[in-house]
Nanobody, 124 residues
Framework: QVRLVESGGGLVQAGGSLRLSCAAS????????MGWFRQAPGKEREFVAT????????YYIDSVKGRFTISRDNAKNTVFLQMNSLKPEDTAVYYC?????????????????WGQGTQVTVSS
């Protein structure tokens, strides 16, 4: 069992930055690839980024490439999402998730554990 707790969300103006954190507890953190997803009101949950167990491989949805960076600190059991040049369309609840697929995955069905989410609101 893995417990995930996100933090770092908030209200920011367009063009601003936020850094989301996701702290994990329970089973060995480095066993899991990690992902970030988001869900805007009235929309499906959307993949944002994923990082492999070691942190050596990352993958992003096209709309955030060059603006968002996923990283992890296995010694601190934490995964991060640095979000720069934020846009109003980035407004959503952001969730972190843990997957036993070592290289990570863009599919939410490959993730076994989810956090409760943190709200990110970008004003224009």
């Amino acid at each position: 069992q893995v417990r995930l707790v996100e933090s770092g969300g908030g209200l920011v103006q367009a063009g601003g930055s936020l850094r989301l954190s996701c702290a994990a507890s329970g089973r060995t953190f480095s066993y899991y690839a990690m992902g970030w997803f988001r869900q805007a009101p009235g929309k499906e949950r959307e993949f944002v980024a994923t990082i492999s167990r070691s942190g050596g491989n990352t993958y992003y949805i096209d709309s955030v490439k060059g603006r968002f960076t996923i990283s992890r600190d296995n010694a601190k059991n934490t995964v991060f999402l640095q979000m720069n040049s934020l846009k109003p369309e980035d407004t959503a609840v952001y969730y972190c998730a843990a997957s036993t697929i070592g290289g990570g995955s863009p599919s939410p069905y490959e993730y076994s554990y989810w956090g409760q989410g943190t709200q990110v609101t970008v004003s224009s």
